[in-house]
């Protein structure tokens, strides 16, 4: 059983918008805080987005500020990623993360997604 499953990645036009999900499975969603990183080519993941187990802290990396937003609904072991006005420079791997800290995702997450693909076209 994979804990978490990413979808809803796609090719889009710059300026367009997507919306991440990412569905766990086999562990307490609700204690987790929950997260998304991105990788283009062989640089490290960057954490992107952060939102606590809760769901009242959120957290998010200069680059994407003002365009994309982080979600949780506790009830559907869902967490979303609003990437509003995308960017070509916005393409890489989207993945998915949780954390058994309950404030932030950190670094080193307790579970990983396999990754959606995101492309924004010029």
């Known amino acids: 059983q994979v804990p978490l499953v990413e979808s809803g990645g796609g090719l889009v036009q710059a300026g367009g918008s997507l919306r991440l999900s990412c569905t766990a499975s086999g562990f307490d969603f609700g204690t987790y805080a929950m997260g998304w990183f991105c990788q283009t080519g062989r640089k490290e993941r960057e954490g992107i987005s952060s939102?606590?187990?809760?769901?009242?802290?959120?957290s998010y990396t200069t680059s994407v500020k003002g365009r994309f937003t982080i979600s949780r609904d506790n009830a559907k072991n869902t967490v979303y990623l609003q990437m509003n006005s995308l960017k070509p420079e916005d393409t890489a791997m989207y993945y998915c993360?949780?954390?058994?800290?309950?404030?932030?995702?950190?670094?080193?997450?307790?579970?990983w997604g396999q990754g959606t693909q995101v492309t924004v076209s010029s």
């Open positions: 939102i606590s187990a809760d769901g009242g802290r959120t």
């Open positions: 993360a949780a954390d058994t800290n309950r404030m932030f995702v950190t670094i080193t997450p307790t579970y």
